[in-house]
């Protein structure tokens, strides 16, 4: 089994951009099917794949840290290194169970982001190698309004979606750390898994608000075009009768 080298762990390193990667950690793996997982989300998850159980139960004789990553492709059933993503979240396994069938219920809850450097089959599951993914949170004035305006946009979205529980947005306004708003935002973003993994890749906050921006001004756009065009069918529904 593959293990870690204590003797002289490596320091932090940062990036141009202000990203901070930290010390090399090795972490059992769970590839995920159609769902990107962010810190601050709890979410349950069930899993029958046997490698997928395998980790889990490592996980638990451990310290309940897991890696989830990403398939590419959902329809994958044996995802092999390159089928898998190489950004993820660690998150602590809060809650097991198995159910009669088999499967695993496991409840979640994402930490913080990895980059992932090297995956390594051992007994029948993935470990991986990965850096736990930091940065600096500088809030600046521009970085304030951009916040202010992914809110504002949130908030739009939330009222015209009706899926979204209102409470999320007192939960948004809340929230002060940039990188964490980012991540709140997104879970509830109705969006595919690569439009998202995008998201979870950006390890500096204000790139990753500028998307969300970007994706929340695409989408409402969408939405207005769609109660524009309901509007006009019921009209002409009503003309009709």
């Given at each position: 089994m593959a293990t870690e080298d204590h003797s002289n762990p490596p320091e932090n390193t940062n990036s141009d951009d202000g990203a901070i990667f930290n010390a090399t950690e090795v972490f059992p793996l769970l590839p995920l099917r159609d769902v990107v997982v962010f810190p601050y989300m709890v979410v349950p998850l069930f899993v029958g794949r046997k490698k997928s159980i395998r980790a889990i139960e490592e996980a638990m004789l451990k310290n309940r840290k897991i890696v989830l990553c990403s398939q590419k492709q959902a329809k994958t059933d044996d995802p092999e290194v390159e089928d898998l993503y190489e950004t993820g979240t660690v998150a602590e396994i809060l809650?097991?169970?198995?159910?009669?069938?088999?499967?695993?219920?496991?409840?979640?809850?994402?930490?913080?982001?990895?980059r992932i450097d090297k995956f390594t089959k051992i007994d029948e599951f993935f470990e991986v190698e990965a850096e736990r993914v930091g940065s600096e949170d500088r809030k600046t004035i521009e970085l304030q309004a951009l916040m202010r305006n992914v809110i504002s946009l949130f908030e739009q979205y939330v009222k015209l979606?009706?899926?979204?529980?209102?409470e999320v947005i007192m939960v948004a306004n809340n929230v002060e750390e940039p990188g964490r708003l980012a991540d709140i935002i997104t879970a509830h973003l109705n969006l595919k898994v690569d439009e998202k993994q995008e998201i979870l890749e950006a390890f500096v906050p204000r790139a990753r608000l500028e998307k969300i921006a970007s994706i929340l001004n695409r989408e409402l756009e969408i939405m207005m075009v769609e109660k524009k065009i309901r509007g006009q069918v019921r009209k002409q529904m009503e003309q009709i009768q």
């Open positions: 809650q097991l169970l198995k159910l009669p069938d088999g499967i695993l219920k496991i409840l979640v809850e994402g930490t913080t982001r990895v979606n009706k899926k979204i529980p209102l």
